[in-house]
């Protein structure tokens, strides 16, 4: 496709501003991308391939947003803030080439190993069977039951899957492409017979507590599986609706239990991938660049560089509070749109815990390595993640909280010196704002208190930390551009979800401010390093491009 000339073409115009000493410049870009996470990087690599061309601009000096690589002490290097993919898109894998440009996957046989408070452990695996025997040891009636709650999760997760690609459809308007999409899938519904018919219409609304207990009697197990459905969330396991997690999981995976998927060199290796692709279709990356405004027509302004940009279109990969509320004059946008942005709901509710070990810490009742090298959960009941989330809606942080983790280093040496390790350590739940203190001067009380809990787990860790970092709600607003220190961009309840995603009406990737997208996690499919996001995003600004709309 041919890059689209503007009027000025590639002059540059400069003038002296009232007080005589900045200069204002405008140049052409086709598009210009605002952050370089992964779904601004995405965009960028289809559009460039398109032959757009295409300016990405990146506050930070490091592109990748959350899905970065990090060195945390001398020598270690971590995934600071998403420590695992996906599911990454195999359909953007391939379209973009990220094989061949560096990414190496690592899937390990393990998906979670869950901790119990009565030093035993449940593993999951990724092959049915060996998780089977697993629960053995804990119920034969659940381990019966088991392989039936995968293959009915699968068979409706390739119900949902096409809903993943697919650009959400108008209420008001839907096109008859829209229809016949929505059609395919409803087609596909009514064929998966009576029984998963029924699951899939009472597992939506459903409290992801009550689905779980639907199936099995270990407590143990019951909470591994409530955890992803208030993964990231301001929610409990008891909370309405909170089986859609459970759900989209299955679409993603075809499976309901999320899998262990790691990255060669860390989380940073699927963005630099998506850097190396994108510079290869000819993307212009710049980095330590803030923009400071967004204008009507294709205009952003630079907040340090007192440089004006302007582009056939400009694309936002902040989430949408920050997009709509910080970088919109609010004068160029409805009063009732502004209200709904205000009422989106992003409360952050997670925080980081990432540490650099002399080596590798032992676990009550894990008997060995392997079991580790996958996602390990803490929150050994159902009651347990509640009452986590109970101090969260106080203001509180959760003195009992529950916790992936993460040990890289296992399936990855090279992110730490021979024979040591990284552990990376996301906790829930810990609220954007607090009732008392703030984060910055509770910051150290707040990892203290998670290592204390963690320790009952693992008597010798605290013995083997050679340092720590700790990442705050806060510091995922200041740090990482995240609006309420959200990790999804904002709720991924049933009414922030699919055509209902960021808000009703502008699930399309389009917004009312004239040739302005978005392509983040606060549009569907939502959070997580699946890179659909951006795909999708491209994929609209494309047919606009093509109809002569923009």
């Known amino acids: 496709m041919e890059g689209f000339d503007l009027e000025c073409g590639n002059s540059v115009a400069a003038f002296q501003s009232a007080d005589g000493v900045s200069a204002l410049q405008r140049m052409a ?22 032959g757009l061309k295409t300016l990405v601009l990146e506050r930070r000096d490091v592109v990748g947003g959350q899905a970065v690589t990090e060195e945390i002490h001398p020598g270690f290097r971590c995934s600071t803030v998403a420590h695992s993919a996906g599911p990454l898109s195999a359909q953007v894998v391939s379209d973009l080439n990220l094989t061949n440009n560096g990414l190496q996957l690592i899937t390990p046989d393990v998906r979670v190993l869950s901790l119990g408070a009565d030093d035993r452990s449940l593993c999951l695996y990724n092959k049915a069977g060996r998780t089977v025997s697993e629960i053995e040891r804990f119920s034969s009636k659940d381990a019966g039951k088991y392989e039936e709650f995968v293959t009915s999760f699968q068979r409706i997760g390739r119900v949902l899957a096409p809903l993943a690609s697919m650009t959400p459809p108008s209420i008001d308007q839907p096109t008859p492409n829209d229809v016949w999409n929505i059609g395919k899938v409803g087609l596909a519904f009514r064929g998966l017979g009576k029984k998963d018919e029924f699951r899939l219409l009472r597992w939506g609304p459903m409290a992801v507590a009550d689905l779980a207990a639907e199936w099995f009697e270990t407590e143990l197990l019951r909470a591994t599986i409530a955890a992803r459905g208030i993964f990231g969330a301001f929610a409990g396991p008891w909370s309405a609706g909170t089986s859609l997690g459970l759900l989209w999981q299955a679409a993603l995976d075809g ?42 027509g294709g205009k952003i302004s630079l907040k340090k560089k007192s440089e004006i940009l302007e582009a056939r279109a400009v694309v936002s990969n902040a989430d949408p509070r920050t997009t709509f509320l910080q970088l919109i ?38 008997d060995s390595v392997e079991k580790l090298s996958g996602r390990i959960h803490v929150g050994p009941d159902t009651d347990y993640l509640e009452r986590a989330f109970d101090a969260a809606k106080y203001g509180e942080w959760s003195s009992e909280p529950h916790m992936e983790i993460t040990i890289p280093t296992i399936s990855d040496p090279t992110l730490a010196p021979d024979g040591q390790h990284v552990m990376s350590i996301h906790v829930q739940f810990a609220p954007y704002k607090l009732k008392s203190g703030d984060w910055n001067s509770r910051r150290e009380e707040f990892a203290d208190n998670v290592l204390a809990v963690l320790s009952r787990y693992s008597p010798d860790l605290t013995n083997s930390i050679i340092a720590r970092q700790v990442i705050t709600p806060l510091d995922l607003e200041t740090t990482y551009g995240l609006s309420g220190g959200h990790i999804n961009h904002g709720e991924q309840a049933l009414d922030q979800f699919f055509t209902f995603r960021p808000l009703i009406g502008w699930a399309q990737y389009r917004t009312p401010l004239q040739r302005l997208y978005l392509c983040g996690a606060g549009t569907h499919p939502g959070g997580g390093v699946t890179a659909m996001n951006g795909a999708n995003a491209a994929r609209e600004i494309l047919k606009d491009i093509k109809a002569k709309k923009i």
Do not use: W
């Open 29 to 50: 870009y086709d598009i210009i991308i605002i952050g370089g996470g992964h779904n601004g990087l995405v965009t960028a690599c289809y559009l460039a391939k398109a």
């Open 255 to 296: 499976n309901a239990i999320a899998p262990a998927a790691f990255v060669k060199g860390g989380m940073g290796g699927v963005t630099q991938s998506l850097v190396a692709s994108a510079t290869a279709a000819g993307a212009e990356i710049r980095t330590g660049v803030e923009v400071s405004r967004i204008e009507a």
């Open 329 to 366: 004059d609010p004068v160029n946008l409805d009063p009732n749109f502004l209200l709904k942005t205000r009422n989106y709901r992003a409360h952050g509710t997670v925080a980081k815990v990432n540490m650099a070990l002399s080596r590798l810490p032992s676990f009550n009742g894990v």
